[in-house]
């Protein structure tokens, strides 16, 4: 290795033969080849013309002889004007192939975050509807027994009773609901009381209810009768748990599929808080310790721009905000009309950007993260989109926190 990503820079280098190897950390955690230099070629000038720390690794894959040309040799070929455009053209040509290369890294980084959060997501509800599917299963096992006991009991004329109408319970009330209850069960010598009891009070059953259902029921069928209510109950709450599941899974699918865009033209009207209220649900798990408040007006214009990218906007702002407080904050997002614009701010409370930094965080390939954590162009790409949709993003930062403000044309 003869260049260290993050190093000063003190010389560049010729290659008289052999080949470089030029890498640069991702934000997946791995490296990331930016391309190779070969006999001829020159690396290492660019950050000696910005005097700024080196962006990217370089390596000998092969026995390799190279000329080191130290800062001040640089400084004196820069008088040769033929130098100096050889030189501007190889500078240009090699940042559009990094940034090429890094911005395609950046958007597969971006696909495999929101494909993790949607792991995040969908596991729960999923392993909700798998667990309740072997209960369901349990229970209806059980229901049948209880039920053929009862049919062999009563004959074809059995009437079996019915619950009230759910009543809406505080939690205090709800506790007490079905203390009552499962301590009648347990005089009942009904088997489970404290696991039935939630599923009866779920259903609209009372204590008094239950006991006047089973009012009259000899002795030795009583039992059967109260377990087969209690079961049917438990069977209902299953059944409501599984739909809760399902609608989740469903709802995580739509979302993501309204937040890709897919089937759906480059540009369109687009609602920015659907898109915003999409990302935060895409980043839930993230946003875990986050308190977050949104402040949306009502009847908020449309924008006209491409929806997939403007929700990209969204996730790198909001994905910065949650990374800027660790131990948890605040997260305030605001959209509001502004006469022929949209504006929407993205702040948080975290300990704020240094005044030294906050001028070059939208630069290509700037980050304050730690090699490995970031591309540095997560925020240039959010600024290269509001730019191309014909709007301006600023930042204001202090002490108390950070905010984006982004300012988009309304359809209006």
């Known amino acids: 290795m003869i260049i260290e990503e993050g190093s000063h820079s003190e010389e560049m280098y010729v290659v008289v033969d052999g080949e470089l190897v030029v890498t640069k950390h991702s934000g997946g955690g791995k490296d990331v080849e930016l391309g190779r230099i070969g006999p001829g070629d020159v690396v290492g000038e660019i950050a000696l013309l910005d005097d700024a720390p080196r962006t990217a690794t370089v390596s000998a894959m092969v026995d390799t002889h190279a000329i080191r040309v130290p800062v001040s040799a640089f400084e004196d070929l820069l008088s040769d004007s033929r130098v100096v455009r050889r030189m501007f053209r190889t500078v240009t040509s090699r940042l559009r192939g990094i940034e090429d290369t890094l911005r395609h890294e950046e958007r597969m980084a971006a696909l495999g975050k929101m494909a993790a959060q949607l792991m995040h997501e969908l596991n729960n509800p999923a392993a909700a509807v798998a667990r309740s599917t072997q209960?369901?299963?349990?229970?209806?096992?059980?229901?049948?027994?209880?039920?053929?006991?009862?049919?062999?009991?009563?004959?074809?004329?059995?009437?079996?009773?019915?619950?009230?109408?759910?009543?809406?319970?505080?939690?205090?009330?709800?506790?007490?609901?079905?203390?009552?209850?499962?301590?009648?069960?347990?005089?009942q010598d009904i088997a489970d009381p404290w696991d039935i009891a939630p599923?009866?009070?779920?259903?609209?059953?009372?204590?008094?209810?239950?006991?006047k259902a089973v009012a009259g029921v000899p002795d030795e069928t009583r039992s059967h009768l109260t377990r087969w209510i209690g079961l049917r109950a438990a069977s209902d709450q299953v059944v409501d748990e599984l739909g809760i599941g399902a609608r989740r899974i469903s709802e995580l699918v739509r979302v993501v599929k309204e937040y890709s865009f897919l089937d759906r033209a480059p540009i369109q009207e687009v609602d920015v808080t659907s898109g915003i209220r999409d990302t935060l649900i895409l980043l839930k798990h993230k946003l875990r310790s986050v308190d977050v408040r949104l402040e949306f007006d009502d009847e908020l214009h449309m924008v006209e721009a491409p929806g997939r990218d403007l929700n990209q906007v969204w996730t790198n702002l909001i994905d910065n905000a949650a990374d800027a407080m660790d131990e948890g904050g605040e997260l305030l997002i605001t959209a509001s009309n502004d006469d022929d614009e949209i504006v929407v701010t993205v702040g948080d409370n975290g300990p704020g950007i240094p005044a030294d930094v906050a001028s070059r965080i939208f630069d290509p390939f700037f980050t304050t993260k730690e090699p490995g954590k970031g591309t540095g162009l997560g925020l240039h790409t959010v600024h290269?989109?509001?730019?191309?949709?014909?709007?301006?993003?600023?930042?204001?930062?202090?002490?108390?926190g950070t905010t984006f403000e982004v300012r988009l044309p309304a359809v209006v």
């Open 199 to 211: 599923a009866l009070v779920d259903g609209g059953w009372t204590r008094a209810a239950l006991e």
């Open 384 to 400: 290269t989109i509001i730019a191309r949709t014909g709007g301006t993003i600023e930042v204001s930062s202090g002490d108390s």
């Open 135 to 187: 209960e369901l299963a349990r229970l209806q096992v059980e229901l049948g027994q209880e039920a053929g006991a009862l049919a062999a009991m009563f004959g074809d004329g059995i009437d079996l009773p019915g619950a009230e109408d759910r009543p809406t319970l505080s939690p205090l009330e709800r506790g007490d609901a079905e203390d009552a209850i499962a301590t009648w069960l347990e005089d």
